[in-house]
């Protein structure tokens, strides 16, 4: 059986938008270069609205209502800078966890986590974001979804 050749580049953005949890990617200047369909979801912010624009704008604007515009963009611009200087003067990898709230499509206020990290693809940095919610859920984990048990599983064939 001849096998489909797939360009990495293409698996892996596939693999990104799909995933259950919400994830957001941003280069060294702060401009978000991906965003997928789960944080859209949480969100209700569209992949075509937020793909070029300044992450700490995008955050800004799913800060609750009791965090002024100005002072939300602000932070989240500074604390991003500073996680840019520090992956770029360090070589030791670091990961960030934060907890905060953020205003969900639906507009109620969401708790979250969030783990920070940064990639090195090449010679370019990236900032990768990824989201739970309080529960550890991600959107796609609390829909009426039923996933069956390994058991109920067909059996693979396997060559001899």
Known sequence: M?????????LHK??????????????RL?????????????????RERVLGRPLWE????????TIP???????????????VHQSEREDRPWHLHTDGDILSATGTVRHIHSETFPVWVG???????TFTDENGYAPS??????FADS????????AS
């Not at 058991?151 to 396997?158: C, I, K, R, V």
Request: contains cysteine; charged residues 25%.
């Open 58 to 65: 995008v955050q800004a604007s799913v800060a609750p209502a």
């Open 123 to 129: 010679s370019e940095l990236v900032i990768v974001s």
């Open 141 to 146: 984990d609390s829909s009426d979804a039923v």
């Open 151 to 158: 058991s109920e599983l067909p059996q693979t064939a396997t």
């Open 30 to 46: 702060g401009c978000v270069v991906e965003w997928n369909d789960a944080a859209g979801e949480w969100t209700g912010l569209k």
């Open 14 to 27: 596939a693999l990104f938008r799909l995933h259950i949890r919400p994830m957001v990617v941003a280069d």
């Open 2 to 10: 001849e096998r489909a050749q797939i360009g990495l580049s293409e």
């Open 69 to 83: 515009y100005e002072k939300a963009c602000s932070a989240a611009r500074d604390t991003f800078l500073r996680l």
